[in-house]
């Protein structure tokens, strides 16, 4: 009787192939594995460091508009972020508005869009600047 064609009949001779892919899934997986407990092992539990910064950024309909833009320097991620701008004229607050991102990665940046209702180039000056996040 004669063991040909039948599967699992003592034949386990792989050819290159299937080596070379064998050994480079091998080595994919352990550098995936490598480099996730790296990240444990240096990852660092620095609070969040928020900077804000706001220019004018008028459009057609929106002629009053101002883009914010909220980095995180930080460690951390920080959730449900506030941001506020102010314009200011003599020292005293003109109109505020305020801006909710619910959260912003660390090292990374988001944007968004505030609108008032006067010209902000007749004030002294505006001033963003984050009132509140939460830490998760």
């Given amino acids: 009787m ?74 951390q991620t920080a959730e449900t972020v506030t941001i506020e701008v102010v314009v200011k004229k003599d020292g005293k607050d003109v109109e505020k508005a305020e801006l909710q991102i619910p959260f912003v990665p660390k090292e990374s940046e988001r944007e968004g869009w505030v609108n008032f209702s006067k010209n902000p180039a007749l004030a002294d000056t505006v001033v963003a600047h984050v009132i509140s996040y939460y830490k998760p």
């Fill in 2 to 75: 004669s063991n040909t064609g039948v599967a699992g009949a003592g034949n386990d001779d792989k050819n290159k192939l299937e080596w070379t892919v064998f050994f480079c899934s091998l080595i994919l997986v352990l550098a995936v594995l490598g480099y996730l407990v790296y990240q444990v092992y240096t990852a660092t539990k620095e609070t969040p460091d928020l900077v804000v910064e706001a220019w004018q950024d008028p459009s057609d309909h929106n002629p009053y508009r101002y883009r914010v833009l909220v980095y995180n320097m930080g460690g």
